[in-house]
């Protein structure tokens, strides 16, 4: 199997280097050259996550030298638990935040950890992202204490929660977070700037772990695809699934999954006030926005990424329409689903999956749905306790990531403090 950027299908290379490269030279994401179908039966007897979590991928690593390894990836990566839990009669909520991070991000991370750190056994990586919340954690957790690897996270200082901030400079070791005076633009242009560096080019291999990587994409496959047929062994009908989305990484996951073949009968994106896909599917112009800040902060996205490998998936406005429909909830929306969700149902919903919440009632009441529940609610602890009134309880996780001793680095938003900071840390 060959992957090839989305802007150029002549150009195909393997998925070890679609994987080290992240994004393509052209400025393309890579997609797999085509997607394998598979027959669900075959995947019927597998109980073990990470088995089916191998089986499913080899499909991706097809006559690569890492799909020998991939047993053992899956092993390492996926050892927590994906819950499907009722909330009432047609409705499921699949908890993806049971990871060492508490968020869906930590899936796509951890793997791409496993796989980075085997590609770069000859030839140390430093790996260098810009974050304002849940990826910088998970990318910080998963790396640590990768030998080949050493990680650099950018966050924003000032900017974001005492909580997220914790969960990225309690590391030490091969990760080393800073906080950059300055804003989120700030954090990218920086790492932008970093790979066009003669001296980063010359000292180190730089690569990123952003969600544009297709390391991080295929794994989010599995949970579609195991979750579907769980469902379907136990309720012989196929379940459609509502996606909390912003960059639009996981409901592409959830896109491929469908088109492989397993039982996954419609997909639906749930947003918040950034609604760019909504108002393309209502008026067939794309076009790209400023992000608005709302309370789902992961979700606010303007020019979601990976709306270029759904284009691809989907080649026409009709074929487009016909795959898919989104709803959006403005912060009012979203309040009011969390305080609905714990009236009635004792469920507390992060601000991100209350956004599938709320568009579950536009769907139908005859057919089963399952909600994407993306983050767990005590990592947002500000928003959720004044709309409740009533303390989130900090997961084990979390109070892990708490426990942990951390220190703060404060850099001013130039590239000469990064190597400064680099070259003296050695
Ligand atoms: C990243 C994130 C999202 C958005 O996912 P995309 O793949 O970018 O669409 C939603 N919820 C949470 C909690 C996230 O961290």
Not at 8 to 22: H, K, V
Not at 97 to 116: I, M, N, Q, V
Request: hydrophobic letters at 40%; glycine letters at 4%.
């Amino acid at each position: 199997m060959l992957f090839h950027s989305t802007l150029n299908p002549q150009q195909r290379i393997s998925i070890a280097a679609a994987i080290s490269n992240g994004l393509a030279e052209d400025g393309g994401l890579y997609v797999p050259e085509h997607l394998p179908t598979i027959d669900y039966h075959d995947f019927l007897n597998i109980s073990s996550y990470a088995e089916f979590a191998a089986k499913l991928l080899s499909h991706f690593f097809q006559d690569d030298p890492l799909s020998q390894s991939l047993p053992e990836f899956c092993q390492r990566a996926f050892n927590f638990p994906i819950p499907l839990r009722p909330v009432n009669e047609q409705t499921w909520l699949m908890e993806l935040f049971h990871g060492p991070t508490l968020s869906f991000k930590d899936f796509g991370a951890r793997f791409l950890a496993e796989c980075l750190n085997q590609l770069s056994t000859n030839k140390k990586t430093t790996i260098m992202v810009a974050t304002s919340g849940d990826t910088g954690s998970a990318v910080a957790a998963a790396f640590h204490q990768k030998a080949n690897i050493n990680a650099i996270v950018l966050y924003p200082f000032g900017k974001i929660s005492a909580r997220q901030e914790q969960q990225m400079i309690c590391w030490q070791d091969n990760i080393r977070a800073l906080a950059v005076e300055g804003s989120f633009d700030d954090c990218q242009r920086l790492v932008k700037s970093a790979f066009q560096d003669p001296w980063w080019q010359q000292h180190t291999h730089l690569s990123t772990a952003n969600s544009i990587n297709i390391g991080r994409l295929l794994p989010q496959i599995v949970y579609y695809a195991y979750s579907s047929l769980q469902f379907f062994k136990q309720h012989h009908t196929q379940p459609g699934y509502v996606v909390p989305s912003g960059n639009l990484g996981n409901v592409t996951a959830a896109f491929f999954a469908k088109t492989m073949g397993f039982p996954i009968r419609e997909v639906s994106l749930a947003l918040n006030a950034n609604r760019v896909v909504l108002d393309y599917l209502e008026t067939g112009h794309y076009q790209p926005q400023t992000s608005i800040v709302t309370l789902a902060n992961a979700m606010d996205v303007g020019k979601p990424s990976n709306f270029e490998r759904l284009q691809h998936l989907f080649p026409t406005f009709t074929d487009f329409c016909a795959q898919t429909r989104a709803f959006s909830a403005t912060d009012q929306q979203i309040i009011t689903a969390i305080k609905e969700a714990e009236q009635q149902h004792h469920i507390i919903l992060c601000p991100h999956t209350a956004t599938a919440y709320h568009a579950r009632q536009y769907l139908s009441n005859d057919q089963p749905w399952i909600l994407v529940a993306t983050a767990d609610p005590c990592k947002f602890d500000t928003i959720i306790e004044p709309i409740i009134n009533r303390p989130v309880p900090v997961s084990p996780a979390l109070q892990k990531l708490l426990d942990r001793p951390s220190q703060r680095m404060i850099i001013q938003p130039s590239l000469a403090e990064i190597n400064k900071f680099c070259l003296s840390s050695g």
